[in-house]
């Protein structure tokens, strides 16, 4: 089983998507987002890249959705909930679909086409998506949202607790791409104060600074659920391992 | 200072360039083997990005020219010299200028637009690297070449030494953005295997398919020169440190 990486939605490794599962990981905070949205009983969460065809959208699905989006770290103008894990709570979301758009995370769900699947990981639910990986059979990518195309420290680390996870279960060998040897090494740098090392990274320094540092010590829960959001059409919907 | 890491010419972290001093490093083995001629006396050495530009460059040059160009690891077809560092001898490259291309590491020079200065750097003059980059007083941006534009283990080890060095030797702090922390990791986890580590990665693997290992044993020697390749116009010439 091939476990290639990519370090950001506009890696080029991206175009090895084809015939694989991909694994979305945007630690801070889209992935947590999701995964904490369906953990609390959410319908689904249908990812858009722009704040207007996240209007459409909801528009289109009626009352019953919610208009969701994030720009700058913060809530988009004239939208229900921005990108916190922490707005997501069961009253809140339970039996409604969510429109989500974000400046990084939900856009690199378009990034690996021709994936045979296509999932959404995060620290909440790593051991969850490696057992859902494995039950595929398939090769594996995982995309790291990134911060506009670049590498970040915290969604390296995730795709590095993955593969952690993956290679505790796996009954074959696993055939670890350069950058997936990577990933794993700096999970192993980090494990142990996963928290410090979101709140020292380049974007969880950006979190603080905008007075959502709470919302690091939620996207640092190892292993909350056994959610995997998995992508059916245009929306992730909870798939339990 | 301010020390960023592309991890590979495509990255969009090389868009940061302007105004700062740029090293490339393409350890396996274009700035291996740019040093090794420098070090070995050469006068200065082309770095071009296709077959043809090579020819083009070298003709114009006339007799004092070496043409040397690499494709798929080998020796390009028809051009006198390839990429192997162990070819580039003080007997054949002293007092001549040699025009190189190769698949990755020779365009990687071309992906800085702006740059206030172009140097290439390699295991073999990690710390004459650091010392001379000190010396500009530049923020700095080092370029792996990767491979076709995807993340390689061995060059982000490299930029994780040069790393280490400037931080041995910087009397201010260093702001390290999240890719040079984590490649910092990286050389801390293979810095005492650095030649177990060029010899399981994905490329040296390939490098050593082709029957050219014993290279590897050369591009693992740790600051063996003083010198610094410089870009002055269109070549590499040595500066000492």
């Known amino acids: 089983m091939i476990v290639e990486v990519a370090f950001s939605r506009l890696d080029p490794a991206c175009r090895s998507a084809s015939g694989r599962a991909v694994a979305v990981i945007d630690v801070i905070r889209a992935t947590t987002t999701i995964t904490m949205a369906l953990h609390h009983g959410c319908a689904g969460v249908i990812p858009v890249r722009t ?19 994030e720009r700058r770290a913060g809530k988009a103008v ?60 398939l090769d594996i990518l995982i995309v790291c949202a990134g911060t506009h195309g670049r590498f970040c420290l915290e969604d390296a680390v995730g795709s590095g607790m993955l593969i952690d996870r993956l290679l505790c279960i796996s009954d074959r060998a696993l055939e670890l791409s350069d950058a997936a040897r990577a990933a794993h090494q700096l999970f192993a740098t980090y ?51």
């Not at 704040?51 to 919610?66: D, F, K, M, P, T």
């Not at 229900?80 to 069961?90: Q, T």
């Not at 494990?191 to 979190?207: A, K, N, S, T, V």
Request: with cysteine; proline share 2%; aromatic share 6%.
């Open 51 to 69: 704040l207007s065809e996240a209007r459409a959208v909801a528009q289109r699905l009626g009352g019953g959705a919610i208009l969701a989006g």
């Open 78 to 137: 004239g939208f229900e909930l921005g990108n916190s894990p922490a707005e997501y709570g069961r009253e809140r979301v339970r039996d409604k679909t969510v429109v989500l758009t974000t400046t990084n995370g939900t856009r690199a769900f378009q990034a690996a086409p021709g994936a045979q699947a296509i999932i959404a990981c995060s620290f909440l639910n790593a051991a969850a998506t490696a057992r859902w990986l494995r039950g595929t059979g």
């Open 191 to 241: 494990r142990d104060d996963l928290l410090g090392m979101l709140r020292g990274c380049e974007w969880g320094r950006h979190i603080i600074h905008k007075g959502l540092g709470a919302d690091l010590e939620i996207c640092a829960q190892v292993d909350l659920t056994d959610i995997v959001p998995v992508m059916h059409k245009d929306r992730l919907v909870a798939e339990y391992t």
